[in-house]
């Protein structure tokens, strides 16, 4: 969960900025705005499969492991 309040923080802090950028150069800040709300639930994407590919790996080093204790008796 901490990770997912990092991102989320770190994408609200950038779209308030570019929403800031939006207001005082126009046209350029809003695009720079759409582009970071785009980015926003991209990141939050790639955070959750992160995780599920972490979680992935401890699963299989776990399975392995008792595969061979297994084995070993």
């Known amino acids: 969960m ?3 309040f990092a991102a ?5 802090t950038l779209i ?5 950028l939006g207001a005082l150069f126009g046209g ?3 695009l720079l705005l759409v582009v970071l709300a785009l980015a926003a639930p991209i990141s ?3 955070n959750i499969l992160e995780t599920q590919r972490k979680k992935q790996e401890e699963l299989e080093r776990r399975i392995q492991d008792l ?3 297994e084995s070993a008796e």
């Open 2 to 4: 901490k990770v997912f």
């Open 8 to 12: 989320f923080f770190i994408c609200l």
């Open 16 to 20: 308030c900025g570019v929403m800031l």
């Open 28 to 30: 350029v800040g809003l």
């Open 44 to 46: 939050v994407l790639v």
């Open 67 to 69: 595969e061979g204790r």
